[in-house]
Structures are given as structure tokens and as C-alpha cells.
């Protein structure tokens, strides 16, 4: 068969494809949920109608992502029965726990929330309804934990035995598998890689109406909680990724090796910024490339020795027997670089737009605005940026509102493409793992069908999303301002319509 | 009773809650097309459903999960061997959840109207294709040595399975219409019980045939009390719903759902899966199952959060327990 067209080729990339459609919308979901419900609670507190306004806005945006993340989450919860049984047959004792917890735990109390949320501000008191947006916040935190717990059992498999005899993994400690350091790693990276996704959004949806001096009161609160989160997450992003990275350099060391496309070890492996090579031959035609640094990044020296493909792919056929065992190099060496080009791009930024809208000591007196004036840009002491200067700033950050979603795709792509050619790190390989039930034509339908739909989708999402971005914040209305103060809404308001309706 | 007992029966239980409450979703949107007559009664059905339908389709992923970690090797046979079955009802719940929170976002005619088929078709096809995969699980499809499905598409589509495909519509339709009588205020409160009335005639020839040609193939004294509770509970149904005791009729047709997924795994245990091919090749309660130290755990799991889930969940029904009628839908978009 033509291995373009193979089986496990069509899987893998119909996985890939619905896989990473999905996660476009995860992290916008987990932040924005958290993010909103922070808004609101700063209405709760202060009754101040600029954050109930911000929080409808934002929230309307966090609903029209969130249907997207949900439903096609349903997908994920099949395929692995649909297009890799012998994966589910031969991981589902260890592997289906922590989805079947994700579900039970996470899921019911998600979407149970979020229908509460969306249709209970004229039925639930105040402090009611806002604790449903932070259950619908947990909840996406603890799908995130569990469903990571599962990938890094792939990543780093532990807690689990061979069963000779059924010929297939089974769980022994699913403490270990919740709480090794990978998943603890993982857990740390996504969520504040999430995080950043978030924040950068807002960021560009203020910077968007700022530039056009709309909605100022509103827009200067969500500028500012946007950029707070983008300089904290992105920080800690850069430190998670540095800690999930040392991680990997012990657990996979191929993987980090491809990701510097390091052909041969040595003693104070260099960072390769830029290189050319060739698989075949095994070595780098073109490269730049700081020395020292891969090391430092691998084990904080400058000098200790750091293996290299060509080695590793020997050990690896030593201990597991004939084969190459490397994974894709160049998707591993330039998704490696994307990842954090454009999601440490998006921290500078953020970083300088902190520094830019900076407040009160910080700030000269003159240069203070207040609450309905678009904030000036203020570079150096005593002045602010060029109207010209002001509107490229605004622009930029609304251009690159999307750079940490894309960071977060290329991180996963790196992450699974890099584990290639295992599913199961060491134990089982992808090949084995397809469905052999499944024909070339049912899995080529499925992924047309999946592919075609999913495209339809995302115009539809994005043209209604700008479609709210534009409108902005909505006024508010008698009935936002006087919600219920008893639970299922009061028997005088019974007859008003619904203050959300289908 | 083994651990793998103990979870064949937690998984009956999830499919239960499953087809209970996305039963009436699914009912409720054949009815966007049966019941109502323009777009304001289109709404009031959608909005009965409007904030627990989400929380109802968790059910199925908790099913789908729960069978993964418990059976890994039914959650791989079942869903890789109906392939373009499930496929198609994948896309259909993928599509049913967008057209919902879509569908009001936009004003224009088209918009509206493009969702609101699809809110119909969505319904309709799963509430046929899950009675067609039971129906085939409870039958038997070609399985082999190895577990793996080696029947095609064609061998799922047989008059047995066909038949069970219809009695879930009918009986979904049915439960979805009692609950549009249960939750709606006006004009269409009385023409859902009387489509109601209708739908439960129909559903109780149809289900009499299916489960008593059940009971004839695979059928034990059990699965006999499990099916004579499914059809004395439809005709109670019925006869609340004639008597206009709304929230009885509802109930009881709950009590249907139930009895009747009872009835289906209590002739299926302790198989999960059974060949047509051999009996030896039939996939069971032992041989498909996790290791007892998986199932533990899961049982803890469930044992806990379950009772959970149900309390917040029904906590939901209550907060939204008011019924709506058209003057409580909003003109604006």
C-alpha cells in the first residue's frame, strides 16, 4: 500500500488535525473561564458597572470559543477506539483511568456550571452565579490535570507492569502516574502557556478598540488585566518550559536532541539558532549556534555532555532492537523553535506594554490619564509616543494576539512528533497502535468529513467572533443591574423574558 | 458479584443516564420540527433544554471513558468495528452543540433557519443510530479470533437493529415530548400532550415488537421482568399524559428508559459483546475487563462522584424549574 496513504499515516494525521483544531480553543477556554470569572468577581465586590460590562463582553467571546472546545472534545473521548483499538487494547487499563476520571470529574461539572452561568443571571442571586463561572474555571483546570496525567503516561511511562499473558500494560500505582514529574511538569507548562493565550487575546481585543477610542473605560480594565497576565504567565511559562525541558532531556533525551538537531554528543552542547541538515548523512549542513547554552538549558552547567541523535538512536537499537528511532528532525528542530519564538514574542511584548501603560509612581503626573482617556504610551520619563509610534504599538498587539495559540500548536506538534516513533515512550510504537479492523477508505472518510467540517466551523467561529469583538462591550440593562436575590429567580418577575435565551 | 460485575453494571447505569436525559434533548429537537409552528415555539422547545442539554451529553463521554478504562477491549471493538456509525453520530453532536449556542447569534433569516434544520436533523440521526448500535451489540456482530470486528457496514444495517433504531426514536421523541408538555406554558403545552398521546401509541407498538423479539433470541426470567416493567410503565406513561398528569407521565417514561437499557444488558451480561461467528470469540464481563486494581479505583471514583454529579445536576432542574411559554422569549435576537 501506498504508505502515503497507509492506514497509520491517515490516522495520524487525521489524530493530528483534530488534535490540534481542538486545542486552539482549550486554552482560550481555560483562560478566558478564569479571566472572566475574575472580572465579575471585581463587579460582585465593587458593584462597578465597567466590569459587568466587561465580563458579558469577555464572556460572549469565552461562550462562542467554548461550544468549539466542547464539541469537538467529543471527538478526542472516541478516536483512540475509532482509529488505534490496538492502542486502546493494549494501554486502556492504565491510560482509560485518568480520561474516565477527566469525564466523571471535570466534564459534569463544567458543563453543568457553564448552563447554570449562561442561563442563570436572571434566576440565580449574585454571588450564586458567580460562583458558577468559577466551577466552570476548575472544572477546565482539572480536565487539563487529568488529561495530561494520561499524555504524560506516554510521554514518561510509570505506575504500570507488562502483562505477558494478556499482552498489555496494567496499572499499579495511579498515584504515581498522577503526581510523577512529568505530568506535574506538563501541568505547569500548559496551563500557563493557556494563560498567555488568554491574555495576549485580550491584549489585542483592547489595543483594538483603544486605536479607535471606543469603549475606553471598559477596554483600558481589560488592556490592563491583560497584560498583568500576559508578563506573569509568560514568565512562567519560560520557567516551566525550562523545567518540563530538563525533565525531557532525562526521560527522552532523543527528543531534545532533534530539537537542536545535535547529530553527535560533546561536552557543552551548543544552542542552535539556525541550521540545515541532512537526515541521511546524520549531520548539519548549515548551522548557527550558541555554545555552552543547550547544556546550561539540559543540567544549568556550560559543560556537561549532552548526547546526540546518531548516539542515542544507536543505544535505542541496542536496547530495543533493529530500527531507526529517530523522529521527524527538521519538524522537531523548527516546531522546537516556533514554540518559543512566538510564545516568548508575545512576552516581550507584553512586557514592554506594561511598561508603556504604566500608572501611578511609575509615572510622571503629567502623563496621567483617567478613566474614559485612552492611556498614554510612555516610553521615556516626561513622554509619550508619537501618535504615529502609539498606533503601531496598538496594531502590533492586535497582530499578534494570536502568537501564543500558535506557540501552544507548534509545542504540541514538537511534543508528539518528537516521541515518534513510540506512542508509549519505549513500551509501544505507533505502528502497532492503529486499528486493524479499520479500512484505508473508512479512516479517509472519517478525516475528509472531520477536515471539511471543522474547516466550515472555524470560518463560521471566526466571523462570529469578530462579529462581537466589533460590537464591543453591550450596554447594560434594568435586569443586569437588579439580579434575583433568591435562588430560581422571583414570582413577580415570572412572566419578563428570559435574560438569555436560544 | 466480581469487580467486573460491579462495573458492567455502572456502565448500564451511565448509558442509562445517558439516553434518559439526552433522550428528551434529542426528542425535543425532532419536535423543533414536529411540534412547533414558527420560530418563537421553535425556541420556547429549545430553550426547555436550553442550560442542561451540555451537562446531559456528559453522560456519553463518561459511558465512552468509563467503558475505556473498565472494558478497554469493548470501548476498542465497539467503537473501531461501528466505525462510520459512530463517525456520523460524531458529527452530528458536533454540529447539534454549535447549532445551539449559534443559532441566536446572528439575525439573519438564513442563519437561523440553516441552524435550526440542523438542530432537527442532529437529533434525529443519533436518536436512530444509537438504537441501531444496541441493537447489534444485544444481536451479535461478526467477531474473531482477535476481537476485531470483520463484519462490514451493511451487516449493521439488519431489520433487528433497524427496528431498535426506530423504537429510540419513537420513544426518545415520545420522552421529549412529555417534557415539552412538562416544561412549556400556552398553546403548545396542549398540542405537546396530545402529539405526546400520539408518540406513545406508536412508541408502544414499535418497543413491543423490538423487546419482545429480544426476549424471544436472547431473552432470561430477568431481562422477562425488566421488559414487562418497560411496557407497563410506557402505558402508564400514556395514560398520565391522557390524563394530563404531566410530571407522572414523564416519570414513567423515564421508568421506560431504564427498564428498557436494563433489559438490554441484562440479555447481553456476562457478555459485553457477543460474536455471531463463535461463541468462544465473544467478548465478556472477565475477558474484556481491566485488572481488578483499575477497577477499584474506577469504582471509588464513581462511587463518590456520581451521587455528586446527580445531586448538582438535579439541583440544575430545580433552578430552572419554571416552565416557559413564547412571552418569555425575547424578540431581539
Not at chain 1, 297 to 309: E, K, M, N
Not at chain 1, 353 to 376: A, H, I, Q, Y
Not at chain 1, 419 to 434: I, K, L, N, S
Not at chain 2, 8 to 27: K, N, P, R
Request: glycine letters at 8%.
Amino acid at each position: 500500500m501506498d504508505l502515503a496513504l497507509a492506514p497509520e499515516t491517515l490516522a495520524r494525521w487525521q489524530f493530528g488535525i483534530t488534535t490540534v483544531y481542538h486545542f486552539l480553543f482549550v486554552p482560550l477556554t481555560i483562560s478566558l473561564a478564569a479571566l472572566t470569572a475574575g472580572l465579575q468577581t471585581a463587579w460582585v465586590r465593587t458593584d462597578n458597572e465597567k466590569y459587568l460590562r466587561a465580563t458579558k463582553f469577555w464572556g460572549k467571546l469565552f461562550l462562542i470559543n467554548i461550544a468549539m472546545g466542547v464539541v469537538t472534545g467529543i471527538v478526542q473521548e472516541f478516536q483512540f477506539g475509532m482509529n488505534w483499538s490496538d492502542y486502546s487494547r493494549f494501554v486502556g487499563d492504565v491510560f482509560g483511568a485518568p480520561l474516565a476520571f477527566e469525564a466523571l470529574i471535570a466534564f459534569f461539572f463544567e458543563s453543568t456550571f457553564i448552563g447554570l452561568w449562561i442561563f442563570g443571571w436572571d434566576k440565580l442571586p449574585k454571588k450564586i452565579h458567580l460562583a458558577c463561572i468559577w466551577m466552570v474555571s476548575i472544572g477546565t483546570i482539572l480536565s487539563t490535570f487529568f488529561i495530561l496525567a494520561a499524555n504524560s503516561w506516554m510521554q514518561h511511562p510509570v505506575g504500570y507492569r507488562i502483562n505477558e499473558e494478556r499482552g498489555r500494560a496494567e496499572l499499579t500505582d495511579f498515584w504515581h502516574v498522577l503526581t510523577q514529574n512529568t505530568a506535574l511538569a506538563q501541568f505547569f507548562h500548559t496551563i500557563t502557556a493557556a494563560f498567555l493565550v488568554g491574555g495576549a487575546f485580550m491584549v489585542g481585543i483592547a489595543a483594538f478598540h483603544l486605536a479607535r477610542k471606543k469603549h475606553i473605560r471598559v477596554m483600558r480594565t481589560s488592556l490592563r488585566l491583560g497584560l498583568v497576565t500576559v508578563v506573569i504567565a509568560g514568565l512562567l511559562t519560560a520557567v516551566s518550559g525550562d523545567v518540563l525541558g530538563k525533565v525531557m532531556f532525562k526521560q527522552q533525551p532523543m527528543k531534545m536532541a532533534a530539537a537542536e538537531a545535535l547529530w553527535e554528543g560533546e561536552d557543552g552542547a551548543p544552542f542552535s539558532l539556525f541550521a540545515v541538515g541532512d537526515v541521511a548523512k546524520g549531520h548539519n549542513t548549515v548551522e548557527i549556534s550558541i555554545p555552552g547554552v543547550l547544556s546550561f538549558l539540559a543540567d544549568d552547567t556550560f559543560t556537561s555532555y549532552i548526547p546526540g541523535i546518531n548516539d542515542i538512536n544507536k543505544a535505542e537499537q541496542e536496547k530495543y532492537g533493529p530500527g531507526d528511532y529517530r523522529p521527524n528532525i527538521p519538524v522537531a528542530f523548527w516546531s522546537f523553535r516556533w514554540m518559543i519564538g512566538f510564545g516568548m514574542a508575545s512576552f516581550g511584548l507584553g512586557i514592554l506594554g506594561l511598561w508603556l501603560t504604566r500608572r501611578k509612581f511609575m509615572l510622571p503626573e503629567s502623563m496621567r490619564t483617567g478613566e474614559d482617556d485612552v492611556p498614554n504610551l510612555v516610553l521615556f520619563k516626561n513622554k509619550a509616543l508619537s501618535p504615529k509610534l502609539a498606533k503601531l504599538y496598538w496594531i502590533t498587539a492586535l497582530w499578534t494576539m494570536l502568537f501564543p495559540l500558535i506557540a501552544n500548536s507548534w509545542g504540541w506538534i514538537f511534543t508528539e512528533m518528537g516521541r515518534q516513533p513510540w506512542v508509549v515512550y519505549g513500551v509501544f510504537q505507533t505502528r502497532d497502535a492503529v486499528s486493524p479492523g479499520v479500512s484505508q477508505g473508512e479512516v479517509l472518510t472519517s478525516m475528509i468529513g472531520f477536515t471539511a467540517l471543522y474547516a466550515v466551523l472555524a470560518v463560521i467561529e471566526v466571523k462570529l467572533l469578530l462579529k462581537y469583538v466589533k460590537a464591543g462591550p453591550p450596554e447594560l440593562t434594568e435586569a443586569d443591574l437588579n439580579p434575583p436575590t433568591r435562588i430560581g429567580g422571583h414570582d413577580q418577575d415570572a412572566d419578563r423574558p428570559m435574560a438569555f435565551s436560544y | 458479584m466480581e469487580l467486573h460485575d460491579v462495573w458492567f453494571v455502572l456502565i448500564a447505569v451511565l448509558w442509562t443516564g445517558y439516553f434518559f436525559l439526552e433522550g428528551f434533548d434529542f426528542g425535543i429537537g425532532v419536535l423543533t420540527k414536529l411540534l412547533a409552528r414558527d420560530r418563537k415555539e421553535r425556541r420556547v422547545l429549545i430553550n426547555t433544554i436550553g442550560p442542561v442539554w451540555d451537562g446531559n451529553e456528559v453522560w456519553l463521554l463518561s459511558a465512552g471513558g468509563a467503558t475505556f478504562a473498565a472494558f478497554p477491549e469493548w470501548y476498542a471493538t465497539l467503537f473501531s468495528g461501528f466505525y462510520l456509525p459512530l463517525l456520523l453520530i460524531l458529527i452530528c453532536l458536533i454540529v447539534r452543540g454549535v447549532a445551539f449556542e449559534y443559532r441566536a447569534k446572528r439575525p439573519e433569516e438564513r442563519w437561523q433557519t440553516n441552524w435550526e434544520h440542523a438542530i432537527f436533523w442532529t437529533s434525529l440521526i443519533p436518536a436512530v443510530l444509537w438504537g441501531v448500535a444496541f441493537g447489534n451489540i444485544v444481536r451479535g456482530v461478526k467477531i474473531d479470533a482477535d476481537m476485531e470486528y470483520v463484519g462490514n457496514l451493511w451487516d449493521l444495517l439488519n431489520p433487528y437493529a433497524i427496528l431498535g433504531g426506530l423504537v429510540t426514536l419513537f420513544l426518545f421523541t415520545f420522552h421529549g415530548s412529555v417534557f415539552a408538555a412538562l416544561k412549556t406554558v400556552g398553546d403548545i403545552r396542549a398540542r405537546a400532550r396530545w402529539l405526546a398521546l400520539k408518540l406513545g401509541l406508536a412508541t408502544a407498538v414499535l418497543a413491543l415488537g423490538f423487546l419482545a423479539w429480544t426476549q424471544a433470541d436472547n431473552g432470561n426470567g430477568w431481562s422477562l421482568a425488566a421488559m414487562i416493567t418497560a411496557v407497563v410503565s410506557l402505558v402508564v406513561a400514556i395514560g398520565a399524559i391522557a390524563a394530563g398528569r404531566e410530571g407522572w407521565s414523564f416519570a414513567f417514561s423515564g421508568v421506560t428508559i431504564t427498564a428498557a437499557v436494563a433489559m438490554l444488558f441484562l440479555t447481553l451480561f456476562p457478555n459485553v459483546m457477543p460474536s455471531s461467528l463463535n461463541d468462544a470469540w465473544n467478548l465478556t464481563v472477565s475477558n474484556a475487563s481491566s485488572s481488578p486494581y483499575t477497577l477499584k479505583i474506577m469504582t471509588w471514583c464513581a462511587g463518590i462522584v456520581t451521587p455528586v454529579v446527580l445531586l448538582y445536576q438535579g439541583w440544575t432542574y430545580w433552578v430552572f424549574r419554571k416552565r416557559i411559554g413564547t412571552h418569555h422569549i425575547a424578540d431581539a435576537h
